[in-house]
C-alpha cells in the first residue's frame, strides 16, 4: 500500500511540472501550428538561468526561491521571443516540415551553444540554499512528502491556474484563443496577430523556465542537454492530452507522470521505452489525443 | 539489351576498379583521411536511404538512426556468432570473406522488416506527427538495446572484425546509387514521388499510395541497415549510444542540406558535412588564432550543424540541389 | 469614403480580380452581386488587408490602405464580416463580442454589449453558450455583432444569407437595414440578388473578375443582364 | 453506365449530400450546379471514391463500387481534375501523364531496380501514350518544362490530360473553367467535345460559369443544400422556378 502511494506521489510531483512544460508546446501549436522542438532547450537556459541567479542571491535576499524563479522566468520570456522572431518569424508561411527542422536547428543550435559557452559537464544546483529539505509529514502507512515535493507542486499547480487565468479572463489570453481558431477571423478584429504570437512565445518560454528551475531543484543539478529528455516528455504529454488543448496538456502531464513513476518502478531500464510507446500508441490509435479535435483536409 | 548488359557490365567494372585502388592505393593515405573517406561513404549510404523515404516520397522520419542501429547489431551478429560453416569465413580471402556481404543483406533485410513494421502504422499519420512517431520508434529500438545484454548492452558490443574497406563502402555506394537512379526513373519510382506531390492526385492517378508508401519505408530501412553494418565493421565497436537521435538528425540534415529528393544532392551533401565538421578538427591545433581554435570544440561542430539547418530552412529550404539532380542543373545553366 | 481603383489579384496563378474599380459613399448601402466565383470574396478580403493587391489602389477615407496591415484597417473603423460567419467556435457569445472589441480601450465596451443584444436579442439568451452550438442563423447575428462592436463607420458584409432559411434572410436584411440608418455605411456582397437589391441603394454586377454593371439598386433589380450574369441565358 | 442512388454523405450533423438520385447514360455529358455550398464537390468525392457515403449505393458498369477506395475508382475507369488544380507540381509536364499511365505500366517494382529489356520496352510505350496524350492537348512543346511553369489555361488543360491518360471511361470534371477568360472557356468547352467524342468518354462536369454549363451539358442536375432539386436540359433547368429562387433567392412580392 505504501509504495502504491509513493508511487502515485512520486507520479503527482513529477506529472505537474511535465504538465507545465507541456502547456508551452500545446499553445505554440495553438497558434502557429509548430512542434517547438526547441521547448525543452528553453527549459534547459532556465535552468541555467536559475543556476546563476540562484548561486548569487541566494543568501542576499529573501525568499531567494522565489526571487530565482521570478527571473529565470522573466529571461527565458524574452529568450523564447526572440527565437521566434530571428528563426521562426521567416518559416512561419513555409510547410509545416520545414518549420520542424527549423526547430531541430534551434534546438541542438542551444544545447551546444550552452554546452561550448558554459561547458557541458553538469553543476551542482544550489537547491538546499533555496529551500533547505525537510520531511513534512512522516505518518505511518503513508509515504514520506518532503516540502521540496510540496513546492515543486505547489509552484507549478499555482503556475498553471495563473496561466488559465490568463487565457480564460485577460485579453490577450482570449485574442490567443482566437488566434488559434482563426487567424483570418482574428485578424479582421483587429488583433495583431504577430503580438498574440510573441505573447505566447514569452508565456510558454516562462512557464518552461520555471519547470527547468523547478526539475533542477528537485534532481540537484543542470547541464546542457537536461531539457532533451524533459521535453520529449512533456511533448508526449502534450500530444496526449490533445495537442492544442490547454487542460489536454494539464491531464496529459499528470497521465505521463503517473506512467513514468510507475515504469521506474516496475520496469526502470525500460522506463523511456515505456513513455516512448505511449507515444506511439496514442499517436496511431487516437492522433487527435484525448481531448484534441481532429482534423480533416479540405479537398 | 546491349545497352542493358553493357551498362552492368561498366557497373563491374567500376566496382573491380574500386578494388584495386582499395589494394594498391587506399592504405598509402594516412588513417585520418582513411577514416574519412570511409565514413562519408557510410554516411552516403545512410543519406541515400533516408532520401528515398523523406526525399522522394515525402514520408518525413527521425527514426533512421534506429534503423542502422538494427542493421549495425543485426550485421555483427551474422559476422560474429551466427555459425557459418569455416570456410565460408576465410573464402575467398580472410580480410574479404564471403559472410561480410551476406551479413551485410541479412542485417538490411531485418532492417527493412522492422521498416515494414514501422511503416504500415505510420501510414495513418502525416507531417510532423509521423516525424515524431518514427523519433519515438527510433528512441525505444536504443533503449531496447541498452537493456540487450547478448550484445553488450549499453557497453555494447566490441570486438566487431573490421571488414569494412574502401572496396565494399564504395561499391555499396555505387550500387545503391545506380539501383535508386534506376527506380526513380521508372514508374514505380515516380509512383512514389507522386505521393510526395499530392498524395490525394496521386491515389486519384490509380497510384495505390499506401502500398508504395510502405515500400518507400522498407527501401529506405533496407540502406540504413546495409549502413548501421558498414559502420559496426569500420568502428569495431557498436554502442547504443551512437544510435541516438542525434545520429537520425544528422542524416536528415545531410538529406535536406543535399536536397530533398535529389540523390547526387545527397552524395555530395554527405561528403561536405562528413568532411567539414573533421577538418575544422585541425583547427583545434591552430591555437594562435583564437577565434580559428574555437572551431575545433568539439560542440562547434554540431552548432555548424544546427546554424546550417536554420539558414537553409530560412533562405534555401529546398537544400542545395532542389529535387534535381546536380546534371539536371547544369544542363540547364548551359542551355 | 472607399474608393477602389483597377484592382488586380492573383491568386498563384489564377487572375482573381480583373480591374474592379468600385466606390462606396458614406451613409450608403451599395450591394456586390455576382454568382459564385465571380470574385466577390477576393474583393472583400483585399480591402480588409487579408490580401495583398498586385496592382490598384484602395482608398479609405482619403488614406490608401493597399499596403497596411489588417489590424490597422479595423482601427481606421472598417470591419469586415467574413463569408462563412467564421465566428470562435470555441469560445463563448460573450467573449467572440469582446474580441469585437479588441482594439477599443474606452468603459462602454459593457454597455455596447448591452446594445448588441437589444439588436439580436437571441444572442441575450445564448450568452454564455460557445459560439460552435449557435444555429447557423445565430451564428451570423453573432459575426455581424461582433464586428459591430469595433463601432466601424463602414461595414463589409460579405455573403449574410448564405445556407440560411429564406425567413431568417428577411430578419438580417432587416437588421442590416437598420444598422445603416443609425449611420453605418454598408457594402454587401450577395448571391441572393433580390434581397440585396431591395436594400441597397447601389449595386454592382461583378462577372469572372470583372465588372459587368452598376446603378441604382432599383434599376439593376429589373435589368435582364442580372439574370443574364447568374443563369448564363 | 453509373447509377446512384440515395447518396448522403453526412459531416457530424451535418449533413452535406442528401439523397441524390443520379443515372448517368454512356456518352452523355452532364453537369452538376447549385450555389456555393451545395455539396457539388462533396457529390464528386463520393462519385470518385476520394470520400466514402454515408448512405447510398454507386455502380458503374454494373458493379457496385462504394466502399472501393479512389484509385480502385480509377482503375476502374473512373477519372477526375480537382476545383483547385491539384498537378504535380515540381514534376515535368511529361512526368505529370506518366503517372497516370503507372498502373498499367505493365512491370514490377524490382524491375525497375535493373532496368532490363522488358522495362525498356513497356517504359518506351508508356513514354508513346504520355506524348500522345500531350499532343492531343497540345502540350507537347512543353513536355520537359516544369508543370507550374506552365500558365493556368494551360495547367487546366494538363490535368485533363492526366486524367485521360488513365484511359477513363468516366471522366469527372471539377470547374474546369474556374479562372479562365472567356476566350480560355470557349476553347475548353470545344475540347471537352473533342475528347468525349474522340474517346468515347462519358463526361459529368461541375461549373460555375452558366454559360459554359448551359451550352455544353445534355443534362444538368441541380443541388441545393445537398439536396437534388431539379435536373433536365439547360432550357428545362433556365425556366424551373425552383432554379431562379436557389440562385437569385426569393422574390416575396412576386
Redesign the interface.
Known sequence: METVLQVLLNGLVLGSVYALIALGYTMVYGVLKLINFAHGDVLMLGAFAGFYIGSSVADSVPMPLLVTLVLSMVICAVIGVTIERLAYKPVRAAPSLTALITAMGVSLFLEYTTALVLGPTPRGFPSEKLLPTSTVMAIPGLPNISNRQLVVMGTALALMGLLYYIVVHTKMGKAMRAVSFDKDAARLMGINVDQVISFTFAIGSALAAAGGVLFALTYGRVDPYMGIYPGLKAFIAAVLGGIGSIPGAMLGGLLMGFTESTASYFVSTYRDAVLFSVLVIILLVRPAGILGRGLVEKV | MGDYLKKWAMLVGACLLLFVFDRYAFWALNGFWQNLILLAGINMVAALGLNLTNGYCGQFSLGHAGFMAIGGYATAFFTMMFAWPDWMLTFPHPEFPIVFPISLILGGVLAAAAGLLVGIPSLRLKGDYLAIATLGFGEIVRVFLVNFEYMGAARGQTNIPQYSNFFWVYSIVLISTVVILNLIRSSPGRAIISVREDELAAEVMGVWTVYYKVAAFLLGAFFAGVAGGLLGHLLTILTPEKFNFVLSIEIVVIVVVGGMGSTSGVLLAAVLLTALPELLRFTSGAASIPGLSLLGEPSMRMILYSLTMIFLMIFRPKGLCGNKEMWELWGRKGS | MLIVKDLHVYYGAIHALKGISIEVQQGEIVTLIGANGAGKTTLMRTISGLLRPREGSIEYQGRSIGAAPAHEIVASGLCQVPEGRRVFANMSVVENLEMGAFLRKDPDVGKDIEKCYDTFPRLRERRRQTAGTLSGGEQQMLAMGRALMSQPKLLLLDEPSMGLAPLLVAEIFEIIKTINKAGTTVLLVEQNAHQALKIAHRGYVIETGHLVLSGPASELADNEEVKKAYLGI | MMQVKHLTRR?GGLVAVNGVDLEVEEGSLVGLIG???AGK?TCF?ML?G??APSEGAITFQGKRVDGK???Q???LGI??T?QNI??????SVL?NV??????N?G???F???????V??R??DE?TEHAMEMLKIFKLDHDAHEIS?NL??GE?RRLEIA??MA?RPKMLLLD?PA?????TESAELMDLIRFVREKFATTVVLIE????????LCQQILVLD?GTPIAYGNPAEI?ANPK??EA??????EG
Open positions: 459531416f450555389p456555393n455550398g464537390t468525392n470518385s476520394v470520400i477506395k479512389a484509385y475508382f480509377t482503375q477519372a477526375r480537382f491539384r498537378l504535380f507540381k515540381s514534376l512526368d506518366k503517372i497516370a499511365c503507372h498502373f505500366c512491370y514490377s517494382m524491375r525497375s531496380f535493373f532496368h532490363g529489356p522495362f525498356q513497356k517504359e508508356i507550374t500558365a493556368y495547367q492526366r486524367a488513365t470547374e474556374a479562372g479562365m477568360n472567356p460555375h460559369d452558366m454559360k459554359f454549363v448551359m451550352g443544400y433556365q432554379v431562379i440562385y437569385l433567392g426569393k422574390d416575396e
